[in-house]
């Protein structure tokens, strides 16, 4: 335009770093025993990736993918974290991961055994995960208690010797990655054989009859 004399004056043009965008699924629960699992991560940024980390590695252990694997019962936080870029801000999101015990499975099955005048000796087992072996990641042993068969008593510790048919229970207390367990199964303890064998006697008509004698 003739009328105007045109100046020029400058001005700052900015671009600001975009948000990361960065997204994850926020808890887990999981059972100790539990296959490995990767946590549910998503990003706007595809300059870096997110890293991954374990505030308590005694309860899960993560590798900078996400990866988690579970190490023992508890609840831990897991940092997921990324840097500040050229073009995206720095972004942190937490995940929460609770690790619940796993229960032991008790083998105790009905059992037939024949009456020796000792307590009774039952066959059981404790299956845990990982093939651990009871006893090395828990406490004690496991303990059995008995009633009458098909009764409501209270159970008596211990097993029983006498000859009859009782209901026999197997118990362990909660230690370690495991909570408290039983099971519980029949135990018929059947009469021994008693043979008695009398002793050969001789007398003589009319006198007195000998002292009878008998081996069992």
Request: charged share 25%.
């Amino acid at each position: 335009n003739s009328n105007y004399e045109v100046t020029f004056v400058p001005a700052v043009f900015t671009i600001k770093r975009a948000d990361a965008g960065l997204t994850v699924t926020e808890s887990y629960t999981k059972t100790y025993g539990d296959d490995s699992f990767d946590i549910a991560i998503s990003a706007t940024s595809t300059e870096i990736k997110p890293v991954c980390t374990s505030n308590n590695e005694d309860v899960v252990t993560v590798n900078a993918a996400g990866k988690v694997t579970i190490k023992n019962i508890g609840t831990t936080t897991i940092t997921v974290s990324m840097d500040k870029t050229e073009n995206y801000n720095a972004s942190t999101k937490t995940v929460t991961v609770k690790v619940n015990p796993a229960t032991p499975v008790i083998d105790l099955v009905d059992q037939t055994v024949t009456y020796t005048g000792e307590t009774a000796k039952v066959v059981s087992s404790v299956g845990l995960k990982y093939n651990e072996a009871y006893g090395k990641v828990t406490t004690g042993d496991l303990k059995y208690s008995y009633r009458t068969y098909g009764s409501t008593d209270e159970f008596t510790e211990g097993l029983p010797k006498d000859a009859g048919t009782y209901e026999m229970k197997a118990s362990m207390a909660a230690a370690g990655n495991y909570p408290a367990a039983e099971k519980t199964a029949k135990l018929t303890i059947l009469k021994k054989a008693a043979t008695v064998k009398a002793d050969n006697k001789t007398k003589v008509y009319a006198e007195a009859d000998p002292e009878l004698t008998y081996v069992a």
